[in-house]
């Protein structure tokens, strides 16, 4: 990366009993270094300060955004930056994170190799996804990790009808469905029993949730392919979410368009460790060579 950095914004997670003497020490650091700041109003508060700034005004005025927090705050920054090229930079308030690697014992000396133009900036895959009823959009966002279509509160599976690039690909009795990105085979897909993907693959993976029939297995589709969801139950609690953080009512007919963004998020990753020491610490495998 060689980008001029001079704006920053800072998103901080608002509930976390450390943020704020975090984001005091950044701010102290980047005035000494003559870089501007912005945050919005609720970070702002959380060191006593003011700001007229929305968190979704960030992204148009810095080159720069660094959050605090974990890997849900990244998240839901990284859907407002699907129209811009700046990087992310995650600094992770407690444990190691898959999204936000930096722990805060290396966020000022990660920042100086940001600065310096010496670190790496991983593309992710970004998900668009709308919902149609009789053929009007009534919902859409962006997602980094998933899509997720999900059956209510009883007791019930929900019947779904896939297609892929306007072929029928099977009718799915199940809990639901997770649509996600490479970065989100990490999440509720990996609990689903969906495959680990590396990041730099740009792939679509499918994965039923508790199926009906056990060969409804998990498919991995290319980064290309329009995947269209429709609900045919008649339940009224069946939900899309994005990015497990906001959802959508459905209602029996309703159609879930997934397909991939034109554009990509632009992750800078930790110039400390690699993507598979993530994995080995977040998922408990041998930390040793087996002789």
Known sequence: MNLPIQKIGIIAKLHHDGAATVLKDLRAWLDERDHQVFMDNMTAKLIGETSPHRKADIPSMVDLIIVLGGDGTLLSMARLLV????????????SLGFLTEI??????????????GDVSIEKRLLLKAEVLRQGEVVASSYCLNDVVVSKGTLARMIRLHISVDGQFMTGLRSDGLIVATPTGSTAYCLSAGGPIVHPENDVIVLTPISPHVLTNRPVILPHGSNIEIQLVSEEEASMVTFDGQVGFS???????????AENRL??????????????????????????
């Open 83 to 94: 129209d811009f090229e700046i990087p992310l930079l995650g600094i992770n308030l407690g």
């Open 103 to 116: 722990p805060t014992h290396e966020m000022l000396s990660t920042l100086e190799k940001v600065l310096a």
């Open 250 to 260: 459905l209602r029996s007919g309703d159609v879930i368009q997934v397909r991939a």
């Open 266 to 291: 632009n992750l800078i990753v930790s110039p400390e460790r690699n993507y598979f020491e993530v994995l080995r610490t977040k998922l408990k495998w041998g930390g040793e060579l087996i002789p």
